[in-house]
């Protein structure tokens, strides 16, 4: 069915914008008999180039993790309360674009920060593309402004990290060796209810694993308190390990393709990507040197263009 849907899908759009340019080339002949206005030329031919620039953009989404949805986790930077703050920005700014979009998300880890905004948070995010969407926002994203927590009235810089990988479904299959997994648990903290503070629901998962090719080693940690009992977060926890598992395993394909196509640029996990600078009313992308003024539509989620400029980029 899903297949079906795919396909519906590409044969629909084609003839809505076969349609819209038959549309545009009658009103482009019938115009010199002034049969319709010049404006009205104009407006199909606007809509002509929104609906194939839509499809242009999901034609960048053709990889088989893009359609999956997505793990997305942000760490403030050094600078105390400060990148706390703006860890937290960041979070709400997810979770208003994703609202837009209408899809379903649920906090899986939460730790607040000393004294404002967060440490670090994890975002589960579901629904069509998600991944193949926000794969983009991948990187460290940089704030300047005139810092509320700063009693001298300075401008500062501070950084928080965003990772983004897929989150699995049943139809990709990922192999897990049990022998490498340990578990702790521990009291949830944050919202929830009383519940979840009393009793030892929250689990961190350990995870060695052994790159085959190398043989190296690293230990991956997830952390899940999102359901009130321990058999719920635990199920979750393998599941978003395997996201990472299939993460990693979709970074050695990009750089073998990147090997191979040596003009195209992968993704840089810890590469500096955006700017956001309040006081100039201005964020800028470093990677496709896209720049909008709408600091607080930026801000309220409207990060629409930038994923856009990214994909038609690096697509």
């Not at 076969?18 to 104009?42: G, M, W």
């Not at 060695?208 to 997830?222: A, S």
């Not at 395997?242 to 040596?262: C, D, G, T, V």
Request: glycine share 6%; aromatic share 10%; proline share 1%.
């Amino acid at each position: 069915m899903k297949v079906v849907r795919e396909l519906k899908f590409w044969i629909n759009a084609y003839n809505e914008i076969k349609s819209a340019a038959d549309e545009l080339q009658l009103a482009f002949d019938f115009v010199k008999d002034e049969i319709v206005t010049e404006e009205e030329v104009d407006n199909n031919y606007a809509k002509a180039i929104a609906l194939i620039e839509e499809l242009e953009l999901k034609n960048m989404l053709r990889q088989e993790e893009d359609k999956l949805g997505a793990v997305l986790k942000i760490n403030a930077g050094a600078g105390g309360t400060e990148s706390q703050d703006w860890a937290s920005m960041l979070f709400r700014m997810y979770q208003r674009y994703c609202d837009s979009k209408g899809y379903k998300t649920t906090v899986t880890n939460w730790l607040d920060g000393d004294d404002a905004g967060i440490k670090t948070a994890t975002l589960q995010i579901e629904g069509d593309l998600a991944y193949g969407f926000l794969k983009s926002e991948n990187g460290v994203h940089r704030l300047v402004r005139v810092s509320p927590y700063n009693a001298q009235g300075k401008r500062m810089t501070s950084f928080a990290s965003v990772f983004v990988v897929p989150l699995v479904d049943d139809t990709i299959e990922v192999e897990v060796n049990t022998a490498a997994i340990s578990w702790d648990t521990f009291r949830s903290s944050g919202a929830g209810g009383q519940n979840v503070n009393k009793v030892e629901t929250g689990v961190r998962l350990y995870y060695t694993y052994k790159d085959p090719d190398t043989g190296q080693e690293q230990e991956i940690v997830i952390e899940n308190t999102e359901s009130r009992s321990q058999l719920g977060n635990r199920e979750n926890a393998i599941r978003l390990l395997k996201s990472q598992l299939y993460e990693i395993e979709l970074e050695k394909r990009r750089a073998a393709q990147a090997e191979i196509e040596a003009g195209k640029k992968k993704i840089e996990w810890g590469s500096q990507i955006r700017s956001y600078v309040f006081d100039d009313r201005r964020v800028k992308d470093h990677r496709t040197n896209y720049q909008t003024s709408d600091v607080n539509g930026v801000m309220d989620g409207d990060i629409d263009d930038f994923i856009k400029a990214y994909l038609m980029e690096n697509g």
